[in-house]
Antibody, heavy 115, light 108 residues
Framework: QVLLVQSGSELKRPGASVNVSCGAS????????LNWVRQAPGQGLEWMGL????????FYAQDFTGRFVFSVDTSVGTAFLQISSLKAADTAVYYC????????WGQGTTVTVSS | VLTQSPRTLAVTLGQPASISCRSS???????????LNWFQQRPGQPPRRLIY???ARDSGVPDRFSGSGSGTDFTLTISRVEAEDVGIYYC????????FGGGTKVEI
């Protein structure tokens, strides 16, 4: 069974950093890119970009450059999203999803940024 | 840009329902395939892919869901709506770097 399991909810102060993990199982980790998708409260889905587990190379969508970093640890089949200098506008559910057509999704990680 | 309509769709149980997704540019890839997908998001849950490459149903997706279209115009059809179909539906293209439509809320 293909699964993506994400880390738990986070509450952070403005200006802090957060790390979200996405652990993959049930398939060869290096065979599929991993995407990150943001969903702000009551809003739609935004594609943030992806990381290629084979090369470690990330690609960031236009609105997600600078404070966002995608990485992978192939030894444990896990992808990571780091967001630095957090703002209230970063409050959202963050999802990881497999492959170019996002066929399998993690359960989501809620990041709340509040003073 | 993907534009979905309507934004909200009130449906009657057992009746058909259709959602439109229009792209600002063709989604026909140079490899001859069209990479248009449909997702369902039930309240409080992550999105689930229903349809890929315009009309191919994912495993476990009921056959009352079907996708059609070509080029820039696409449609998701539910042949007979059931109560469990309530949620928000998104189209997404990955012919180019992925983008999502704005979503259509389906309510009974």
């Amino acid at each position: 069974q293909v699964l993506l399991v994400q880390s738990g909810s986070e509450l952070k102060r403005p200006g802090a950093s957060v790390n979200v993990s996405c652990g993959a199982s049930g398939y060869p980790f290096s065979n599929f890119v991993l995407n990150w998708v943001r969903q702000a409260p009551g809003q739609g889905l935004e594609w943030m970009g992806l990381v290629n587990p084979n090369t470690g190379n990330p690609f960031y969508a236009q609105d997600f450059t600078g404070r966002f970093v995608f990485s992978v640890d192939t030894s444990v089949g896990t992808a990571f999203l780091q967001i630095s200098s957090l703002k209230a506008a970063d409050t959202a559910v963050y999802y990881c999803a497999r492959g170019s057509a996002l066929d399998v999704w993690g359960q989501g990680t809620t990041v709340t940024v509040s003073s | 840009v993907l534009t979905q309509s309507p934004r909200t769709l009130a449906v009657t149980l057992g009746q058909p329902a259709s959602i439109s997704c229009r792209s600002s540019q063709t989604l026909l890839h140079s490899d001859g395939k069209t990479y248009l997908n449909w997702f369902q998001q039930r309240p409080g849950q992550p999105p689930r892919r229903l349809i890929y490459k315009v009309s191919a149903r994912d495993s476990g997706v009921p056959d009352r869901f079907s996708g059609s279209g070509s080029g820039t115009d696409f449609t998701l059809t539910i042949s007979r709506v059931e109560a469990e179909d309530v949620g928000i539906y998104y189209c997404m293209q990955d012919t180019h770097w992925p983008t999502f439509g704005g979503g259509t809320k389906v309510e009974i």
